[in-house]
Each structure stands twice: as structure tokens, then as C-alpha cells.
């Protein structure tokens, strides 16, 4: 009994590392736009997004049972607690890696990625629920380019809309609106992306007897909330300078346009308790304003440098969460 709360503990930091990571990995999804047109100035716009990442963190748990009950069952896994740690690990490293380079990846994908893998060389395939995982990975695939298409089409509205008025006018009054768009990013990444650590704890609880149902217990709601506020504290420059500069030259109405569509697709995904990448998300709805800005002005090859990222996280994940598995246990 002992040494399974030691192994217990040890999932628990784990989970919450991933999430501390997962905060200042992602903190460039929500204020990399409004950074970048100076509506905030870097220390403002991190203290704003840590905050309403830790209220939208504590306010669902729709996500958190998705992911702690759809990828396997964790009634039926008897090494369910090392299959965990070798899933946090994989996906802590590959988040590390990822940010090292200054590559805006997900962090959802990681650790759907790596939870498949864990399990398929910890239990075996049948222990996964392959209807599940493709759900998740079909919602993963489809909101970067729904966020693609929204973005395009609200820019090209407010074109339309403000093409008589004055440039320098126009991006005034949205340098004011980007503000609450940081804020809703903010808190539309903390109702999605926490719930994944929140899950996984949750996992471990259920795995290791000392939960029956996958309700998410309060206290870990708070832990899982403060450690993600805590990282996006941090604030991760490397995709910040990635986001916010490198893929087009963005004013206010740009960062206000790609900030609102994103998070509309990110809440919209929480309320129907899909777990999405707010990274895809927040990416593809600057390309799509981008495009609608002006086509030739994209750095398609930064973008398509992003996208392989994308696809071949969830592969690489599931084989490094396999091979610590192989090795550790």
C-alpha cells in the first residue's frame, strides 16, 4: 500500500509538471497577438493570462473525464499507474523539446499521443478504446482548420467593415479590444487545456482504487488550476516571438480577429467536452486571417514547418511514452 502512494505521488507531480509546462508552453496561444501589437505590455499580459487561465481551469470538468476515460479504462489496467508516469514523462519531454526549439506544438497531442502508446506497450492494444481515441484525434485534426476558415472569414467581415476608415483609427480602437480577447483566449485555454492534467490525475485516482467514478475531486481542480497559472507566469518567449511576429506582420484588427475566432472554437470544443489544442487553434486562426490579409504576406514556410510539427507529434509521443515504459517497468 505504501509503495503504490509512493507511485501514486510520483503521478501526481508528474501530472502537475506537465501542466506547469503545459502554462508557459501555451501562455504564447493566448497573449503572443496582443504582445506583439504592444495593446499589453509583456508583464501585464502574463499576469492577465495567468489569472483567467486558473478561473477557467476550476469552472469545467467535461474535458477531464474525456480524457481520463475515452484514450482506456482505468478500472481494467493493472499497471495503470506506471502506464501514467510513462505517458507524463513522454509528453514532458516532447513539450520541452518543442518550446526549446520555438515550435508552437501541442501539448494535447502529446499526451493523447503518449497515453496510446503507454497503454499499447503496458497493457496491449485491446485495453484501448479505439473509438474514443479517434474521436479525440478527429476533434484534434478538424478545430485547426475550423479555426482556419473562421478566421479568414471575421477578417475579411472587418475588412469590409472598416475599409473607409482610417488604418491608424481602426487599430487604436481594437488595441483596446485585444485586451479582452486576451483575457477570453486566457480563459477559454484554461477551461480546455488544465482539464488534461485534471484528467490524468484522475486516472491514476480511479487506477489506484482510491476513486470509483471518474469525478474530478476538488482539490485536484485547485492543484491542477494553480500549477498551470503558475507556468503561464512563466510565460514562454521562444513561441511568443514565434507566433506573434514570424508568421505575418500583425496590427490590433489582426490579433483581435485571430484571439476572438480561436477562442470560439476552443470553448465551443469545451462545451462539448472534446479535448482541442489551443496551440492549432490559435495558430491556424492567425494563418487564416493572414490569408485573409493578404495571401502573399504568410511565411508559408514557418507555417508548414508548424503543421509537421503537428502531425507528428501524436507518432513520436506514443513511441517515446512506449520506450520508457520498456525500459522503466
Do not use: C
Request: hydrophobic fraction near 55%; avoid cysteine; charged fraction near 10%.
Amino acid at each position: 500500500m505504501e509503495t503504490s502512494l509512493f507511485v501514486l505521488t510520483i503521478v501526481i507531480i508528474l501530472a502537475l509538471a506537465f501542466d506547469f509546462i503545459n502554462g508557459f508552453h501555451d501562455t504564447a496561444n493566448a497573449i503572443a497577438t496582443s504582445v506583439s501589437t504592444r495593446a499589453l505590455k509583456p508583464r501585464t499580459a502574463i499576469l492577465l493570462a495567468a489569472v483567467m487561465n486558473f478561473v477557467g481551469a476550476i469552472m469545467f470538468t467535461g474535458v477531464a473525464k474525456k480524457i481520463g476515460g475515452s484514450v482506456t479504462d482505468p478500472s481494467t489496467l493493472n499497471n495503470g499507474l506506471e502506464v501514467v508516469i510513462a505517458t507524463l514523462l513522454a509528453a514532458i519531454i516532447w513539450n520541452l523539446v518543442t518550446w526549446w526549439l520555438g515550435i508552437p506544438s501541442s501539448s494535447s497531442h502529446a499526451l493523447i499521443g503518449a497515453l496510446a502508446g503507454a497503454v499499447y506497450v503496458g497493457a496491449g492494444s485491446s485495453h484501448i478504446k479505439w473509438s474514443g481515441f479517434t474521436e479525440i484525434v478527429e476533434g484534434l485534426l478538424l478545430s485547426p482548420l475550423i479555426a482556419f476558415v473562421i478566421g479568414y472569414i471575421v477578417m475579411t467581415i472587418l475588412k469590409w467593415i472598416f475599409a473607409k476608415r482610417s488604418p491608424h483609427t481602426v487599430n487604436k480602437g481594437f488595441r483596446f479590444m485585444q485586451i479582452i480577447t486576451a483575457a477570453l483566449q486566457s480563459f477559454t485555454h484554461g477551461t480546455n487545456d488544465a482539464q488534461k492534467a485534471m484528467g490524468i490525475i484522475t486516472l491514476a485516482l480511479v487506477t489506484s482504487g482510491r476513486l470509483e467514478t471518474l469525478e474530478v475531486p476538488l482539490w485536484v481542480k485547485i492543484a491542477a488550476a494553480t500549477s498551470m497559472a503558475l507556468g503561464t507566469s512563466i510565460g514562454g518567449w521562444k513561441i511568443i516571438k514565434t507566433m506573434g511576429t514570424k508568421i505575418f506582420k500583425i496590427e490590433p484588427i489582426n490579433g483581435f480577429a485571430a484571439d476572438f475566432s480561436s477562442a470560439s472554437v476552443i470553448f465551443t470544443a469545451t462545451l462539448l467536452h472534446l479535448p482541442v489544442s489551443t496551440t492549432h487553434a490559435i495558430t491556424s486562426a492567425i494563418l487564416g486571417v493572414g490569408s485573409a490579409k493578404r495571401f502573399s504576406e504568410v511565411k508559408w514556410s514557418l507555417a508548414g514547418r508548424i503543421v509537421i510539427t503537428w502531425f507528428i507529434t501524436i507518432p513520436i509521443s506514443a513511441v517515446l511514452a512506449g520506450i520508457i515504459f520498456k525500459i522503466f517497468f
